[in-house]
């Protein structure tokens, strides 16, 4: 078959983490006769400097045209430390989400077995977890009114969910506990908030249609600690936009490396796949930066195209990468792999899925992996 696919690659370590990613896709396309056919397009910083605008229309435009958006990340130093910035990168993110209508964001957190030692949580605590949080993206307080008096002493941001928007993540995260182990937790904080009320009475509505789904609720202060606590404890958890970006964020400790957390965002029409960590300034253009969450990035659009077997030949050599340690240096300070090193040797595990070809020798010095 063949696949249109956006390709947004961003600011910071966005380009370099992206293009391993592409490796793998395209490894995916060779064996299993695949083309994707790649629409590079500008967002973010990058954009800002070029047009002024931190998402041309000509993005918009390639992006509704594509079968998925593969994106890296955005920001830039330069806008973070200044407040008065009428226009940053993030405006592009927030504004791609909102026109293509991708409400529904999906980060799933694991414990990989072979980086339980570089989480600060305990083996006993974090062995065996694995969470799908369920964000909604396109409402809440990220897009509420804001405003600031003229005296700039008072600011204000407006939070605003209805029924219609609850509800249609509701139903995705429900159908997704069907899959797996059939336990739905709500995060909100239902004790102060009207929003967390419309929440909680809109999802209980909704849970006589998913009888074998277990639904439960906590606040999010409570959540943000039983996450550290006990997270294997959660299945799925659904949440409303500014609760889910600081659950999420907390969620990735458990993995050992946020540079391991993929995630897609998913709209009627359209969706995006991004790894969940941010532009990281610092390693820009150092060959440094762990690709491995761009990489699962794809397996999930894989996903979306329904192209499963694919996924998972991608997660498969994911999971050989961190077994063998041919890792980035956040992960494996003693021997670390280049970004590029690391994205070769995804491709070349999904070309070859055989062990027996594998010569270690090689790829402890960096060259061919496969005999
Ligand atoms: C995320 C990011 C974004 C968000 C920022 C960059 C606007 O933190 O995707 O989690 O807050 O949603
Ligand atoms: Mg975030």
């Not at 009428?86 to 964001?105: A, D, S, Y």
């Not at 909704?206 to 789904?213: G, K, M, N, S, T």
């Not at 600690?225 to 936009?241: C, G, R, S």
């Not at 990468?321 to 070769?344: Q, R, Y």
Request: glycine share 8%; hydrophobic share 40%.
């Amino acid at each position: 078959m063949k696949y249109t696919i956006a390709v947004i690659p961003g600011d910071g370590i966005g380009p370099e983490v992206t293009e391993q990613a592409k490796k793998a896709l395209n490894a995916v396309g060779d064996v299993y006769d695949h083309t994707f056919i790649y629409k590079e397009a500008m967002m973010g910083a990058c954009a800002i400097d070029a047009t002024g605008n931190p998402l041309p229309n000509e993005t918009l435009a390639v992006c509704r045209k594509s079968d998925a958006i593969l994106f890296g990340a955005i920001g830039h130093p330069k806008y973070d430390n200044d407040p008065t910035a009428k226009v940053r990168p993030e405006q592009g993110l927030l504004k791609i989400r909102k026109e293509l209508g991708l409400f529904c964001n999906v980060r799933p957190v694991k414990a990989y077995e072979q980086l339980i030692e570089n989480s600060p949580l305990k083996r006993e605590i974090i062995e065996g977890t694995d969470i799908s949080i369920y964000r909604e993206l396109t409402g809440g307080i990220y897009f509420g009114i804001k405003e600031l008096s003229d005296d700039g002493q008072i600011a204000f941001d407006g939070c605003s969910y209805s029924v219609e928007e609850i509800e249609r993540i509701a139903h995705l995260a429900f159908k997704e506990a069907q899959t797996r182990r059939k336990k739905l937790t709500l995060v909100d904080k239902a004790n102060v908030l009207e929003t967390s009320r419309l929440w909680r009475k809109t999802v209980t509505a909704l849970a006589i249609q998913y009888p074998d789904v277990a639904l439960d609720f906590l606040f999010v202060d409570n959540a943000a600690m039983q996450m550290i606590l006990n997270p294997k404890q959660f299945d799925v958890i659904l949440t409303e936009n500014l609760f889910g970006d600081i659950i999420s964020d907390e969620a990735s400790v458990i993995g050992g490396s946020i540079g391991l957390l993929a995630s897609a965002s998913v709209g009627k029409e359209n969706a995006m796949f991004e790894p969940i960590h941010g532009s990281f300034p610092q390693a820009t253009g150092k060959d440094i930066a762990n690709p491995l969450a761009s990489i699962l990035s794809a397996a999930m659009l894989l996903h979306h195209l329904g192209l499963h077997k694919e996924a998972a030949a991608v997660e498969r050599a994911v999971e050989k990468s961190l077994s063998l340690e041919i890792t980035t240096e956040d992960l494996n300070k003693n021997k670390p792999f280049s970004t590029s090193k690391v994205g070769d040797f995804i491709a070349d595990y999904i070309e070859n899925q055989d062990d027996s070809v594998l010569n270690f020798q090689n790829i402890h010095m960096g060259q061919s992996t496969i005999i």
